[in-house]
């Protein structure tokens, strides 16, 4: 699939840089949310403190089983905070990981974006399964 050259790279080599992630903090409202995710046209949102820390995701397929579960109105969803429904726990990856590494993380757990963090848990950008084929194929 890829040449030797190519599976050593970092991660942080073809990783989406944090000026084009989608990114808000704990205290923004669910449909602000819904909106940088759209923008940002990936699956994937990232809630970080204000030191840029990240706090967790909420990813498309969360949203899609928290609409199935939640039992309040639409509207009433769009006002609550994003903190009340993020993932606290996702998978995530270090810059200086191998970029093969990080292919078979994301087959493994069937996932298409894991965020890049540093060993202090801040937020460096975002791998992107399209990104890793675009750029290498």
């Known amino acids: 699939m890829f040449t030797q050259n190519y599976e050593n790279l970092p991660v942080s080599d073809i990783m989406i840089s944090l ?10 409202i669910f449909k602000e949310a819904l909106n940088k ?12 403190s204000e ?50 590494d990080g292919i078979k993380i994301m087959t493994k757990k069937k996932v298409w974006d894991l965020p890049v963090v540093d060993k202090d848990n801040l937020l460096k950008g975002i791998l992107h399964l399209h990104q ?3 750029d290498f194929s």
């Open 19 to 28: 000026d084009l992630c989608p990114i808000v903090s704990e205290t923004t």
């Open 37 to 48: 995710m759209d923008v940002c046209g990936l699956g994937i949102l990232c809630i970080t």
């Open 51 to 100: 030191v840029g820390k990240l706090n967790g995701i909420l990813t498309e397929g969360d949203i899609r089983r928290l609409l199935l579960k939640v039992q309040k109105p639409f509207s009433a969803l769009l006002v609550d905070d994003i903190k009340n429904y993020l993932n606290p726990s996702p998978i995530t990856i270090s810059p200086d990981t191998p970029i093969i």
């Open 132 to 134: 890793v084929f675009n």
